[in-house]
């Protein structure tokens, strides 16, 4: 069945009161492209960003010869199974948005992700970004704005 059927077929249900089969697709908002691209990207940097605290928090920690060197030392901190989590969050909202997006329009996108990080890092973890990085996340910003336009032409034909 062609999107825009199941999409009719849906709204008919809807107003019937029937329950929504599996295959049609749900309510208009949660299928925007953009907004599940937005969402993976910002659980992406959240993820990161738990990562990192946990890494450093890990590193204080003193543990068996054995555990440092593997790297499971890591494990030690809530905010690496956070992060982890949150990346398990990110890994199912990607599955839906590759459901209704190509692959080669929803991939690049998500380079947005090097901007959000860096942006992130400097503002809430206070490091410090140099003026060579930030040119190059003013380039990949715009490489981002490129990108996006095969994706507001998919929205279209949603």
Known sequence: MPFGDAIQERDRTVSEG??????????????NPGLHLGINC???????????????????????????????RGFISLWTVAGIGVYLGAFANW???????????????????????????????????PVTRWVGILLISGGIILSAKPVAQVEEKL
Do not use: F
């Open 18 to 31: 029937r329950p929504r089969r599996p295959d049609q697709p749900p309510a208009r908002w949660y299928l």
């Open 42 to 72: 910002i659980l992406m940097t959240a993820a990161e960003l738990c990562l990192q605290v946990g890494a450093k928090e890990a590193s204080n920690v003193t543990v068996p010869g054995w555990i440092g060197w593997t790297g499971l």
């Open 95 to 129: 599955l839906y948005v590759l459901r209704w997006v190509p692959l080669s329009v929803a991939y690049p996108l998500t380079t947005a992700v090097q901007v959000l990080v860096a942006i992130a890092a400097w503002l809430l973890l206070g490091e410090h970004i």
